[in-house]
């Protein structure tokens, strides 16, 4: 026999809503345990033939994994009293510590991690681990290849030590309203605040968009529009915990 709950917790525990949620609908006899109604949201349970309007109910598994899309406007935090929080893009979690694995800036898009696995979010985040990271951005300016290979050397943004070795790519050249843009794309092998920012203004130029599009071996799925999400399992996550590990 596996470990006992209250049913209420274990209703909530598995998604199936608010404590308050669930023991209404306790209350409203739509719980079965095996072939029996039950109505005490205290009664223990190891989660065995658990049943919600005759479907059975599963376990929570150990950790959570979302991959948000994150849409500019809401900021990597778990709360926040005045701004929206990429949590409130989720089903409700009660009971669930989750949390943004490695944050993105209010108006920063793309791949974001959010989870209650703590061991994997050291995996992707401990610095001698060296995750890549790649970001698509516009910038209003010309860069051009000295800019590649000031990116290539790293260089001094203002902080103890020059950046590691990164890699930019120029994709497109744009002119609007007169005035130079270039779409390009950045590897970087760190994550320092504001990064791929300072080292496109040490260059001469000005983020004006920056989306995420992969960290380590998770890839921000082309059908997934901002504000989306995708959940996804430890297994599925497991090469990503275990790659990169060169520092």
């Not at 209703?11 to 404590?19: K, P």
């Not at 209010?106 to 061991?119: P, Y």
Request: hydrophobic share 35%; aromatic share 6%; net charge neutral.
């Amino acid at each position: 026999m596996g470990n006992q709950m209250r049913l209420d917790r274990f209703l909530a525990d598995a998604g199936l809503g608010t404590r308050t949620e669930v023991k209404k609908y306790i209350r409203q006899g739509r719980i079965k345990i095996g072939e029996e109604i039950v109505n005490r949201p205290d009664l223990k349970t190891d989660g065995q033939d658990v049943f919600f309007d005759g479907n059975p109910v599963s376990a929570s598994p150990e950790h959570l994994y979302y991959l948000l899309n994150k849409p500019a406007g809401w900021v990597s935090a778990t709360e926040d009293t005045r701004e929206k929080t990429v949590l409130d893009l989720l089903p409700p979690h009660p009971r669930r510590n989750l949390f943004p694995v490695g944050r993105l800036d209010k108006d920063t898009e793309g791949l974001l991690l959010i989870t209650d696995d703590g061991a994997l979010a050291h995996a992707l985040l401990a610095p001698g681990r060296h995750v890549d990271k790649v970001y698509e951005a516009l910038v209003r300016g010309k860069l051009g290849e000295e800019s590649v290979r000031a990116f290539e050397n790293g260089m001094d943004i203002g902080d103890d030590k020059p950046t590691l070795p990164a890699k930019l790519e120029l994709i497109e050249d744009r002119i609007e309203n007169g005035v130079p843009y270039v779409l390009v794309r950045i590897t970087l092998h760190e994550g320092r605040y504001h990064q791929v920012k300072r080292m496109i203004k040490a260059c001469g130029g000005e983020v004006v968009r920056l989306r995420r599009l992969s960290m380590g071996n998770l890839t921000l799925p082309d059908g997934l529009l901002p504000g989306q999400w995708l959940k996804m399992t430890a297994d599925t996550l497991f090469f990503l915990a275990n790659s990169n590990k060169q520092g």
